[in-house]
């Protein structure tokens, strides 16, 4: 399974800014995922990144609030803009591995205030 | 759209007793996977077990197993031998054969007394 990192590991943040969150992959993969999972809830995706195009995003999530990049095979990074209390959740990135399983990153628990 | 259902919020087990996790999904697919993944405090997301639906053979990692059901879209998770480091959240999740998007389950907490 690939070795995913993710940074930050955790964040407090002010309303109304945006943070970064990174996910570094010790493999080229074709396909990365970012999900959230809200306190106590289960994981939702947001959208699917692959390299050199576009991200798709899933119903709910639009990119203006959550842009992504994907600028080579290892790296992606996903932006929660102008924040809001309701976006303190955990958040996730994930790659496809062997036998289409996905393999997650340790997650960044972000908290805005 | 897929689901992916867990009815159970909590289940709690004595150490070394087994316990069992139900799992169902609503698909019209006919070839598909399905995963159970365990989160223990420290939020990271553990692969457990993984199943293809064109499989008839349970899936077995050690002491977990499955019970898969294709004709009542049911996946249900045995743990034996019940360890206090089993203790975590478990959620099931589906995959579609074609595609690469994971649907998870609300997820299960699973307690063990000592």
């Known amino acids: 399974s690939a070795v995913i990192s993710q940074k930050p590991s955790r964040d407090i943040c002010q309303r109304g800014t945006s943070l970064t969150i990174q996910c570094q992959v010790d493999?080229?993969?074709?396909?990365m995922f970012w999900y959230r999972q809200q306190p106590g809830q289960s994981l939702t995706l947001i959208a699917t990144?692959?390299?050199?195009?576009?991200?798709?995003?899933e119903s709910g999530f639009v990119i203006d609030k959550f842009p992504i990049s994907r600028p080579n095979l290892t790296f992606s990074t996903l932006t929660v803009s102008n924040m809001s209390p309701e976006d303190s959740s955990i958040y996730l990135c994930?790659?496809?591995?062997?036998?289409?399983?996905?393999?997650f990153g340790p997650g960044t628990r972000l908290l805005v205030l | 759209a897929q689901t992916v259902t867990q009815s159970q919020p909590e289940m709690s087990v004595q150490e070394a007793e087994t316990v069992t996790l139900s799992c169902t999904y609503d698909?019209?697919?006919?070839?598909?996977?399905l995963f159970w993944y365990k989160q223990p405090p420290s939020r990271q997301m553990i692969l457990v077990i993984r199943?293809?639906?064109?499989?008839?053979q349970n899936a077995t990692e050690n002491r977990f197993s499955v019970n898969f059901q294709k004709a009542a879209k049911s996946f249900s998770l045995k743990i034996s031998d019940s360890q206090l480091g089993d203790a975590a959240m478990y959620f099931c999740?589906?995959?579609?054969?074609?595609?690469?998007?994971?649907?998870f389950g609300g997820g299960t907490r699973v307690l063990v007394k000592p």
């Open positions: 994930s790659v496809e591995g062997y036998q289409e399983t996905q393999y």
């Open positions: 493999s080229q993969v074709t396909m």
């Open positions: 990144a692959n390299q050199g195009s576009e991200a798709t995003y």
């Open positions: 698909t019209s697919e006919s070839d598909y996977y």
């Open positions: 199943q293809e639906a064109y499989k008839q």
């Open positions: 999740a589906y995959r579609k054969a074609a595609g690469n998007k994971l649907t």
